[in-house]
């Protein structure tokens, strides 16, 4: 079996940003159609940046690490640059994932896109 990046390691045994965000804004919650794994990612945006993000996944290992690297690298970027990362990216900034296990890293990547979904959506109703 293919052996874990420390980074990887790290972030799957302290994985940063878990929990609920209770005055989230933006939910976004995506299932992983290969395993059946689940993620939610909840977002609070203001004057279009990301200012607090948090997850919490039924997922793998390789999921929960590279949630936690997403939120890190997202935390306190505008929308537009959040969408534009990719979970190749995110694989880079973690030391590589197996390719076995790259269709892990979309999973945090559709929450965060289905968040952002969620905020818009409730922001054209507000108006
Ligand atoms: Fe399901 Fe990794 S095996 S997200």
Do not use: W
Not at 53 to 62: E, M, P, V
Not at 74 to 88: M, P
């Amino acid at each position: 079996m293919e052996k874990y990046s420390d980074k990887v390691m790290d972030h799957f045994m302290n994985p940063r940003n878990v929990g609920e965000l209770k005055d989230a804004n933006g939910i976004g919650e995506v299932g992983n159609p290969r395993c059946g794994d689940i993620m939610k990612m909840y977002i609070k945006v203001k004057d279009n940046v990301i200012e607090d993000i948090k997850f919490l996944t039924f997922g793998c290992g390789a999921a929960v690490a590279t949630s936690s690297m997403v939120t890190e690298i997202i935390k306190g970027k505008t929308l537009d640059e959040a969408l534009e990362i990719t979970n190749k990216d995110v694989a880079e900034a973690l030391d590589g994932l197996p390719p076995i296990k790259m269709h892990c890293s979309n999973l945090a990547q559709a929450a965060i896109k289905d968040a952002i979904e969620d905020y818009k959506e409730k922001k054209t109703k507000d108006f």
